[in-house]
């Protein structure tokens, strides 16, 4: 079983679909997917993420969802950027903090929360 991403004209993707393995009954998927829904599909992979792969080869850096943009210079899925002041790491072409998330976590009885505050551009315990 496959995924294929449909990307509108911006290379938004705009719908997930699960198909059949690419080279199957010797198609072409994304070719054929792409033709009948007259726009633009690319297989992804649900196992990749950060361009790692668990048990085989990364496909397009990450899985593709709803709103991620398709690269196709580094062929590459990339999802939203979620503050303006996170970097989109080249490597993974996933988005990194400025400041790395607090290693202070609490305990198991009492675990520490912690959310993004942009405004402070720091991470802020939460209830």
């Given amino acids: 079983m496959a995924h294929y991403a449909f990307l509108d004209k911006n290379n938004i993707v705009t719908e997930v679909i699960v198909g059949k393995n690419e080279g199957e009954n010797g198609v072409d998927w994304e070719q054929h997917y ?11 992979s649900y196992n990749t993420h950060g361009g790692q792969h668990p ?12 709103g ?6 580094r062929d590459a899925f990339i999802p939203p950027q979620p503050y303006p002041s996170w970097t989109m790491n080249k490597e993974t072409c996933l988005w990194s903090t400025p ?14 929360r912690y ?11 939460t209830a």
């Avoid at 400041?99 to 520490?112: A, Q």
């Avoid at 959310?115 to 315990?125: C, F, K, L, M, R």
């Fill in 34 to 44: 792409g033709a009948f829904r007259s726009q633009p599909c690319k297989r992804t």
């Fill in 55 to 66: 048990e085989g080869r990364p496909l397009r850096k990450n899985y593709a969802g709803i």
């Fill in 68 to 73: 991620y943009t398709y690269d196709s210079q």
């Fill in 99 to 112: 400041v790395p998330y607090p290693t202070d976590v609490g305990t198991t009885e009492n675990p520490k």
């Fill in 115 to 125: 959310s993004w505050d942009e405004a402070t551009t720091s991470w802020v315990e």
